[in-house]
């Protein structure tokens, strides 16, 4: 897993290097850890301070921030024997452990802009930063628990011996201040806190103070190395690539500057001072036609190229005030306006613009009184606009099944389900988990105070849902009586039906059965087994 955590780390410095700007540090400093075995309220003694290096890579995503990926490893130890109480020194607890770190951290350096002065170059500073991260740290210890008893070590110490929790989530913060000693090159003091989400970093949780995670720290003398390629008028582009390195300029124009915002560097603008159109060198076009003003016949009025810059809206050879009909284009010569079909309809009165028709049929050759495209004598919803595809039924979310047969008749669904959407994984997922967590009272069918709050997921996808109807089933494994069992089945699924009710739901929403221990997910020879039989199950429908 470590050399994971390596070629993870080089594979992401060379993403890094590959940027204009980025930067590597090399951290030499020590570690120290706080945790079980080491004395609350109390720092650590320097003789459990490890040697503890690192090596990070940063890619600039802004003048003050900084993306930081970093490998770093320590070494930690700690012992009761350096408490002040009695009863933890007797206790005589010991470990050393190693750690390596892989995180990936937001710097923020509020001065760095400070570097690169706006008039161009570059000089040296001494700036604080600060940083804050997540990562994974991947741990070895070496725990002494002091000598088992007769029977063996007692289960919390047992329990700890047994526990692998590597890697852990770790958050890294804290900050540091560097000194650049050139361009390319600075020294840096940094100190920085790790929230560990284990306790078991010293291999002693159970058998320590369980509620509270470890921690270690981290300090010392960076040592970093800047690649910096230069951008003399601090626009973005660098002077390599840069068409115009002395003037702040754009990225189309290739770094090189267009004044007017035109879209043409000033460099082959004809008027670089005054917004114009590519098409006319960058001079005005006061009609936003696309034909310059020196060659518009119509300057003040937009219109079209084939037209000389005068207004022909559809582009039918003629003159808007010439066009009887000036936003349709001509068909069949009937002064400006189309009839597409030699109908004698003009296409903006005829339904059927491509279809030879008849008066009566408003340019169709059939009656069509809802307009939906079917002809009455074949529509099944002659009053109501439908589709071919329904038999001029109406299907108003288009899943295949008409209004009148559709139970969602708004909402996409399947014939499955009535036309309704289908369950979706991520409410599967819920109901398993409810129906996994869902307790209650060991013999009863009182509802734990955690299952409620389950529960109350359920009211939610139901509120949210109007359409789904629950079943609930209620389900025990065989032990006992069969008959006391479908009883008790039958209580705890009528209390997540009283519950779910108390909770808004429709009572006519929901069903609950009992099933007792006929209905089996696993074997009853176990412990695991009946405890996943005992069970109660919600499933949702739609009727």
């Not at 034909?291 to 809206?313: H, L, M, T």
């Not at 389900?417 to 398993?432: F, M, N, Q, W, Y």
């Not at 699924?493 to 108390?502: N, T």
Request: glycine fraction near 12%.
């Amino acid at each position: 897993m470590r050399h994971y955590i390596l070629w993870c780390g080089l594979l992401w410095s060379v993403t890094l290097l590959a940027q204009p700007r980025a930067e590597l540090n090399l951290l030499l400093g020590g570690s120290t850890y706080f945790g079980d075995l080491q004395v609350e309220d109390r720092i650590p003694n320097w003789d459990q301070v490890q040697f503890a290096p690192g090596l990070q890579f940063g890619l600039p995503i802004s003048k003050s921030f900084l993306l930081r990926a970093g490998i770093q490893s320590a070494s930690y130890e700690g012992a009761d024997a350096f408490s002040e109480i009695a009863v933890i020194r007797e206790r005589d607890f010991s470990f050393t452990g190693q750690l390596v770190e892989g995180s990936l951290q937001l710097v923020w350096e509020p001065f760095a802009q400070r570097r690169y002065p706006a008039t161009g170059g570059y000089r040296n500073i001494v700036s604080p930063y600060f940083f804050v991260g997540a990562g994974l740290t991947f741990f070895e210890h070496s725990t002494r628990y002091g000598n088992p008893g007769i029977d063996g070590f007692p289960p919390k110490i047992q329990a700890d011996i047994d526990a692998q929790e590597s890697p852990a989530f770790v958050l890294p913060m804290g900050g540091g201040l560097r000194f650049d000693l050139s361009k390319h090159t600075s020294l840096g003091l940094e100190v920085g806190a790790r929230k560990t989400f284990t306790d078991q970093l010293d291999g002693v949780s159970n058998s320590g103070r369980s509620d509270t995670d470890d921690w270690y720290v981290t300090g010392g003398v960076t040592v970093s190395y800047r690649w910096v390629t230069p951008d003399y008028d601090r626009d973005g582009f660098l002077d390599k690539d840069d068409a115009c390195p002395e003037q702040a300029g754009v990225e189309y124009a290739k770094g090189c500057p267009d004044s007017d915002g035109d879209g043409l560097p000033d460099n082959v603008d004809l008027c670089p001072y005054q917004a114009g159109k590519l098409d006319a060198r960058g001079c005005p076009d006061t009609d936003f036609d696309g034909v310059a003003d020196f060659v518009d016949d119509c300057p003040d009025y937009p219109g079209a190229i084939s037209a000389k810059g005068c207004p022909d809206a559809d582009g039918d050879g003629l003159k808007d005030e010439q066009d009887m009909c000036p936003y349709c284009p001509a068909v069949n010569g009937l002064s400006g306006c189309p009839d597409a079909d030699g109908d004698g309809i003009e296409d903006a009165r005829d339904r059927c613009p491509n279809l030879a028709g008849t008066s009566e049929g408003e340019g169709c050759p059939y009656v069509d009184k809802d307009h939906d495209g079917v002809p009455d004598d074949e529509d099944q919803c002659p009053e109501l606009a439908g589709s071919i595809a329904t038999k001029g039924c109406p299907d108003s979310d288009g899943d295949g099944m008409i209004d009148a047969e559709d139970k969602c008749p708004l909402l996409a669904g399947t014939k499955d389900h009535g036309g309704c959407p289908e369950v979706s994984e991520a409410i599967k997922e819920t109901l398993a988990v409810v129906t996994e967590a869902v307790q209650f009272e060991t013999g009863s069918n009182q509802l734990k105070g955690s299952s409620q709050e389950k529960l109350d997921e359920l009211v939610a996808i139901l509120m949210a849902h109007p359409y789904y109807h629950l079943t609930i089933s209620g389900h025990t494994d065989s032990q006992g009586k069969a008959a006391d069992n479908l009883k008790l089945s039958q209580a705890r699924a009528q209390a997540c039906f009283e519950y779910l009710q108390s909770a808004g739901v429709n009572a006519e929403r929901m069903a609950h059965e009992g099933f007792g221990e006929s209905q089996p997910i696993a074997s009853n020879t176990t412990k695991e087994g009946r405890r996943k039989n005992r069970r109660v199950a919600f499933e949702l429908v739609v009727r």
